[in-house]
Nanobody, 123 residues
Framework: QLQLVESGGGLVQPGGSLRLSCAAS????????IGWFRQAPGKEREGVSC????????ELADSTKGRFTISRDNAKNTVYLQMNSLKPEDTGIYYC????????????????WGQGTQVTVSS
């Protein structure tokens, strides 16, 4: 069974950091691009960042450029999203998703999704 599981979310103060993990089971991530998406209450899901199977990184949101960094460890079958200088507007449910090889801006182009992890930035 193909599965993606996110972890690492939580409550953090503005200016703080979190590292999200996306662990795959039932398949190897080597041939997949992994995207991170988020959804705030009452808003549409938006792309945050993506890393291709070859390791190329794509920033999908202008608002997180310079603050969020995506990386992958194929040996651990896991992709990470390091989030620094967090702001209240970063609050939402963060999802990881997989599609073969190349990144894509549109969430509809991803085949497999995790259940999401809640990130709350508040003082």
């Amino acid at each position: 069974q193909l599965q993606l599981v996110e972890s690492g979310g939580g409550l953090v103060q503005p200016g703080g950091s979190l590292r999200l993990s996306c662990a795959a089971s039932g398949f190897t991530l080597d041939y997949y691009a992994i995207g991170w998406f988020r959804q705030a209450p009452g808003k549409e899901r938006e792309g945050v960042s993506c890393i291709s199977s070859a390791g190329g990184m794509s920033e999908l949101a202008d608002s997180t450029k310079g603050r969020f960094t995506i990386s992958r460890d194929n040996a651990k079958n896991t992709v990470y999203l390091q989030m620094n200088s967090l702001k209240p507007e970063d609050t939402g449910i963060y999802y990881c998703a997989a599609r073969t090889r190349w990144c894509n801006t549109y969430s509809s182009q991803y085949d497999y999704w995790g259940q999401g992890t809640q990130v709350t930035v508040s003082s």
